[in-house]
Every structure is written in C-alpha cells, then in structure tokens.
C-alpha cells in the first residue's frame, strides 16, 4: 500500500513515511507532535527551505489540504508566516483569495479583512525576518 506523501501542518516539513505507514492519518511530524503541552511554537523559517522555492498556487492550495482548522489569529499568523517563506512568490493579492476559501472549508471564524490584515502583517514580518538559511 502506497502512501501519499504529506506535510506537517505545523512546520510544513514533509511527514516521515513511517510515521505516515504508522499513522495514516497524522498531520503532524515527529518533532511537532511531541513539543511539550504549553510552550508556544517559534515563529521562523521551516527547518529547511527547498533551493527551489514552490511558486505556484497550486502548491499553496495542496499544502493547505494538510493544515486543519485555526481559530486564534495568532495561530493563523504563525501558519501565514510559514506559508510566506515556503511559497516567497506568491503575491498578498493571490495569496488572500486562497487563505478566505480555505477558512471557510474548515469553519475558521476569520472574516476577508482579518485574513487581508493577517496576510499582509505576515508578509511584512517575512521581509523584517529574511530566511537566513538559504
């Protein structure tokens, strides 16, 4: 049985195929899924940056498919920042439309202007913080 591969909904690292064929339904790799209860994740780049960055909207609208419901802005902006650093050529304005279909499939209590608002700070803030691994 062959497994689809899929991204962490918290990092957007790839999911280790083992932990997939333990677990078909995990959205989360090893490392996300056992951060200690209680400590806020680190807004940053993804562990690693692919030398070719994934431009397309296509992409951005798979990787979404991995990434479940989020209903504090904060957790929003965090998955918005990372989204910024692997998807650099996306545009705000490609990018809004996306995130505005995508919260209302997972019931995301987040109107058009907050999720414009929360775009366009987390594109400000990928600019303030350039990756600096790649």
């Known amino acids: ?4 591969q899929r991204l962490c909904s918290d990092c957007g690292e790839p999911i280790d ?3 997939l064929q333990a677990m078909p339904d995990a959205r989360q790799c090893f490392d996300c899924a056992n951060q200690p209860t209680g400590v ?3 807004i940053g780049p993804p562990k690693s940056i692919a030398a070719k960055p994934i431009a397309t909207t296509y992409h951005l609208k798979r990787y979404l498919l991995n990434v479940g419901q ?3 802005p904060k957790a929003l902006f965090r998955t918005l920042v990372r989204v910024n650093y692997l998807f650099p050529h996306i545009s705000a304005a490609e990018m809004t439309p996306i995130f505005i279909h995508w919260s209302k499939q997972t019931n995301s209590p987040f109107d058009q202007a907050q999720i414009l608002k929360l775009v366009l700070d987390a ?3 990928v600019q303030d913080h350039p990756n600096k691994s790649g």
């Open 40 to 42: 806020a994740p680190v």
């Open 17 to 19: 195929p083992k932990r």
């Open 123 to 125: 594109k400000q803030w």
């Open 70 to 72: 989020k209903a504090d």
């Open 1 to 4: 049985m062959q497994l689809q």
